[in-house]
């Protein structure tokens, strides 16, 4: 998949050293798996993490740690491995494990008419995660975040003043941003949109459609 | 294929990149042959490093021990999804470590962690560049992390070794996260500039 739009290489670093919380974490998980790129750029940081814990200081273990450990070995069942591809078409691996392998199957609510959403409930985050899908032509009204957003685009595709993403795509915003994405698409745009601080974000979507519903 | 390493097994070897060569076959013969003296001295090797690293990162002592046996039955278990051509020994358990203290010390899932491992593995289509980089010693990343200036070294400490969150680094050091964020991302990108050269 020929990726154009990829995450900050501080979203790479933080990413390797595990400091996403969950929402955050499976939308950037689902776009590595879909980008050769960041993929190497992952395994670049984390070969990082792997210089700093050879060099990092040592604690020293209890006198019996290996010896519980080699214990534990002799029970193990010697099971094949199981080492499942990775899944095909448009969802990834880690977000196919929340909605399954067909967009057609997500359970979508209509917000307005040409907006759906799907919110993905998780028990951990202190961010939101949830899917939209917007129809063709329709315009948001420039907004800015209350925090950081990332939109990984699965089928579809919108512009803004970062360009066109399609999908593959992640804009990886900070929340100093503002931006007005329009669906180019001439099918529906179908995004996965994890937010920080969701109060900020039913603000964001009221401003969203205050023009739409005419309020 | 050991038959040296058995007579003679040091926990580390003094030349840094025979090092990496000699901890590669002593996965590899935990993998293929499920050799517990290899991983014995992967053990004495890695385990209290862990150990420190955990500590650091919040960990009462008993945790920290608890999550040193999580993560090396871990490696146990996987050994076989090693690739000696996809990295260093320590990049792999390195991020056995970081999922396990996800799972354990943040209680959230490393289900996505874990995928995106699934997918790198079974992607043989890889670019030129991303294999040059799987395939460095993991001795030629720890010597660019050497030549980091120290302002960027210490950041990288804090985010990998003491697994400290940005926000957190930026209040240690009483620096705007923004800095946090650029001297990570400085650090970063010269790491990526030492390994295409060399690729």
Known sequence: MTVHHHLDDASIMRYASGDFDEAFAIVVASHIAMCDDCRAAVRAAEAMGGAVMEAADSSPLEADAFDRLSRMLDMEPEEPLLTPGPTAGKVPLPLSRLIGGDLDQVPWRTIVPGMQRHRIDIASSTSSLYMLKIAPGRKMPEHGHGGTEMTLILEGSYSDVFGQFAAGDIADLDEHVEHQPFVDSDIDCICLVATERPTRFKGMVSRILQPLIGI | ?199
């Open chain 2, 1 to 199: 294929m050991l038959s040296v390493l058995r007579t003679d097994m040091p926990i580390e070897n003094p030349d840094p990149t025979a090092d990496q060569d000699y901890l590669k076959a002593l996965m590899m013969e935990v993998a293929t042959s499920r050799d517990k003296t290899s991983f014995e001295i992967l053990f004495d090797r890695f385990g209290p490093r862990i150990k420190g690293m955990m500590e650091k990162s919040g960990a009462s002592s008993d945790l920290a021990e608890d999550l040193v046996q999580d993560v090396m039955l871990t490696v146990w278990r996987k050994a076989a999804l090693y690739r000696p051509d996809k990295g260093a020994v320590s990049t792999w358990i390195y991020t056995v470590a970081r999922n396990a203290r996800i799972d354990r010390l943040r209680r959230l899932p490393a289900q996505p962690y874990i995928d995106v491992e699934t997918v790198m593995v079974a992607s043989e289509d890889e670019s030129p560049e991303a294999e040059a980089i799987g395939s460095q010693q993991g001795d030629l990343v720890r010597s660019a992390l050497e030549k980091l200036p120290s302002e960027q070294r210490q950041v990288v400490e804090m985010a990998f070794a003491e697994y400290k969150p940005h926000s957190e680094i930026a209040r240690d050091l009483d620096l705007p996260i923004g800095t946090v964020k650029s001297r990570l991302r400085l650090a970063y990108r010269k790491l990526r500039e030492e390994l295409e050269d060399l690729g």
